[in-house]
């Protein structure tokens, strides 16, 4: 695949340290001084912040009912939807109390009471949409993944222009939400496990509900009601079926399957705790073994940083039995350990030098898509990066991408650092 060799526009090379001084860790209020984007545009602490929404389906219902609370603690409001599908359109408009109606994202960007747009549209669409919107001075809060799993070079250039244009991007990978990361990087840093080597981490599940969306009409067709090409996007160009439009999470086209679905909810918090950059190789793996669909419905990544650690990613939704997140060191391991007497409760960190102690975090929010959204309209305020930033989110997206393009081709997915290039 001769088109994975070119880099277009590629972003400045970044140091593992210097990205973090810039990403997570400055985010998360660790004792370095955060990175400010910029003070242009940002709001007052008392203005209500006006919120656009391109895409209204199923994940974007979440993300309307949280903005609607918001609105009545005067904090944001939303002021415009955008839908390609009327019936949905409407319907979202109502919910909002009539924000206002769009069937092109760029009128949507055009309308200057809209400060941030929510993006939650298919894969294919999110980082065309963000570009636009960050080219439209507005902030972002974009659904995971970042770009569909072919448009990796689409992902940096989305990088490209919110740092040209001074915009703040957050990715929705709700585990992201958690407070408790901080405290682990700077454990890790002081080498409370040693070394990490390795990670397990994973997401089960019975079913493939997910991707088998509901059909609201049968008998939808493309007109002005249904914007059929507007949907496609740069994909290739096919005929409409009703399951393309409201099932597009089965399909190669418009999604990529468990790794950019659910892998990247337990994968991204790893990479935020370890500071990890971008892999050296990537091996992708799994299949379509019990339901009738495109994408995998087994799927299983293994990611090589240099110098370490290797990340394990295991997927599987014909059985839900969970494995823990876990990260081994040479001196001791720290697990996400989910499940305690029935409950949720935190990280488990176990040191294996003599006389150290185990230490238990609880959780603090984290898979809270609220504490997504007031983490970024705190940004929007501050011009601080917020907690799923846009440099993270790129880097994250690149061993995902690789490991999907891995399965399909039969190969080895490569990292070109110096040209921030996948290569097969």
Not at 113 to 121: G, H, M, S
Request: with cysteine; proline share 6%; aromatic share 8%.
């Amino acid at each position: 695949m001769s088109d994975l060799r070119k880099t277009v526009n590629p972003s400045p090379g970044t140091s593992r340290r210097h990205f973090l001084g810039q990403g997570a860790a400055a985010t998360a209020s660790l004792a370095a001084a955060p990175w400010v984007v910029a003070s242009e545009g940002a709001k007052g602490a008392n203005e209500r912040i006006g919120v656009g929404f391109i895409g209204t389906g199923g994940r974007a219902q979440a993300h309307l009912k949280i903005i609607n609370g918001l609105k009545k603690q005067g904090l944001a409001e939303a002021v415009a939807v955008c839908d390609v599908y009327r019936p949905r359109l409407e319907a979202a408009s109502k919910f909002t109390g009539r924000a206002k109606m769009y069937m092109e994202h760029e009128a949507l960007l055009a309308d200057p009471k809209v400060d941030v747009v929510c993006i939650a549209t298919p894969d294919r669409l999110h980082a065309p949409q963000a570009i636009d919107a960050l080219k439209a001075g507005k902030d972002v809060y974009c659904e995971k993944p970042l770009t569909h799993w072919c448009q990796f070079e689409l992902a940096k250039k989305v990088q490209e222009t919110a740092d040209k244009h001074q915009r703040l991007v957050q990715v929705g990978t709700q585990h992201m939400a958690d407070d408790n990361y901080p405290e682990i990087i700077k454990l890790i840093r002081e080498g409370v496990i040693g070394k990490p080597v390795h990670v397990t981490c994973g997401y089960f599940r019975r079913g493939d509900w997910g991707e088998r969306m509901r059909i609201p009409d049968e008998d939808a067709r493309p007109g002005p009601d249904l914007l059929w090409e507007r949907f496609l996007g740069d994909a290739p160009k096919v005929d409409f079926t009703v399951s393309r439009f409201f099932q597009w999470r089965m399909y190669w086209d418009y999604a990529g399957g468990p790794a950019t679905d659910l892998l990247v909810h337990t994968f991204t918090p790893i990479f935020c705790v370890l500071e990890l950059d971008y892999p050296e190789r990537v091996f992708g793996g799994g299949g379509t073994f019990q339901y009738s669909r495109e994408v995998p419905d087994q799927c299983n990544i293994i990611a090589d940083y240099p110098g370490g650690p290797s990340v394990v990613m295991i997927n599987s939704l014909s059985n839900h039995v969970p494995v823990e997140t876990t990260i081994r060191g040479t001196d001791g391991i720290i697990t996400w350990a989910m499940l305690q007497g029935g409950k949720e409760y935190g990280v488990r960190i176990v040191p294996f030098a003599k006389g150290q102690k185990e230490i238990t975090l609880p959780w603090k929010g984290q898979g809270d898509t609220s504490k997504l959204w007031q983490d970024l309209l705190d940004c929007v305020r501050t011009r601080r990066q917020p907690k799923c930033n846009i440099r993270m989110a790129v880097r994250v997206q690149a061993p995902l991408s690789m490991g999907i393009l891995s399965h399909r081709e039969h190969k080895v997915a490569r990292f070109d650092k110096e040209r921030e290039a996948i290569v097969l």
